[in-house]
């Protein structure tokens, strides 16, 4: 069935920064297979940028996870892998993001539950 002009669509596609890994090991037998990443866009933020926070675990293991953030050591009520803050204020700030694991990974021969994460 050809598409025509009124039923066409774009898509548009873009690509944000890598993500920063976490610290080199070593890790808990239970973390093996499992990398929590964090992305924070945009990499040079403007006085009035929204900051955007997302915690990447590839392949997609996302949805085995809950997760927990804090911004200078005060905790967020936002859950979720992603998050959006208004630009801090100048200078250095630490975001800590915890995946805690909370359901088992569906083969059965995997590991019975995630272990918990930092980045």
Avoid at 35 to 40: C, D, K, M, S
Avoid at 97 to 116: F, N, Q, S
Wanted: glycine content about 8%; cysteine-free.
């Amino acid at each position: 069935m050809p598409v025509s002009a009124s039923h066409s669509y774009t898509l548009r596609v873009a690509l944000g920064p890598g993500p920063v890994p976490t610290a080199p090991g070593p890790f808990p037998p239970a973390a093996a297979g499992y990398q929590l990443t964090l992305a924070v866009e945009p990499a040079e933020p403007a006085v009035f940028s929204l900051m955007t926070f997302t915690a990447m675990l590839p392949p997609p293991f996302i949805d085995l996870f809950d997760f927990s953030w804090s911004i200078d050591g005060q905790p967020l009520d936002q859950q979720g892998n992603a998050i959006q803050r208004g630009r801090p204020a100048p200078g250095s700030h630490n975001v800590l993001v915890i995946a805690r694991g909370a359901r088992p990974y569906p083969d059965p021969h995997g590991i019975e539950l995630p272990p918990t994460l930092s980045v």
